[in-house]
């Protein structure tokens, strides 16, 4: 967990003291070389990592996700990723494939923004094994959460 703050005016020197002053067991801090910025971040250990196979098809994930935010009233960004094979042929007649693209097992990628902490989006992203989340970011003055991430679809 991080944070950055950049100097409108005055110094950065305070951080230094709040630092000293209330030690936090995890919590350390960096100002960069311009002395115009800081930023702190907090060791939350380890995150449980829970792995299942892919089970559900795109078109199913697609259909799923859109369903549920269409009736939650809630914009959300889907785009389906595959993996691109060229076929080529070689001066003896053989097909030779090679990728195309840096995707290699097909998948539904999300995002979407809410006022919601994860907590309360964990019911709904533990129905989808093989989910994976890529980024989640907090804006304080907004209070908005940015979710993205990507569900595997099994290889047949």
Same mark, same amino acid.
Do not use: C
């Given at each position: ?8 005016w ?7 003291r709040?630092?000293?002053e209330?030690?936090i ?11 115009q910025?800081?930023?702190?971040s ?6 449980a990592v ?10 199913? #994930? ?9 009736a ?16 080529e ?11 195309k ?6 998948s ?7 006022? #919601?902490?994860?907590e ?9 094994s ?8 907090y804006?304080p ?16």
């Open positions: 967990l991080s944070a950055s703050w950049s100097m409108q005055g110094n950065l020197g305070w951080i230094k709040a630092f000293e209330y030690s067991r995890g919590l350390d801090f960096l100002i960069d070389q311009s002395g910025t800081a930023i702190a907090l060791g939350i250990g380890d995150v829970q792995s299942s196979a892919p089970k559900m098809m795109i078109h199913e #994930l697609q259909e799923e996700f859109t369903n549920f935010f269409q939650i009233n809630q914009p959300v960004r889907l785009q389906i990723n595959r993996p691109e094979i060229k076929q042929v070689d001066a003896m007649g053989l097909k030779m494939e090679t990728k693209k840096e995707v290699l097992f097909p539904l990628r999300f995002s979407f923004s809410s006022d #919601l902490p994860i309360n989006w964990m019911a709904f992203f533990n129905k989808f093989a989910l994976e989340i890529l980024n989640l970011e804006d003055d907004k209070n908005i959460w940015t979710y993205e991430g990507q569900i595997y679809e099994p290889v047949i």
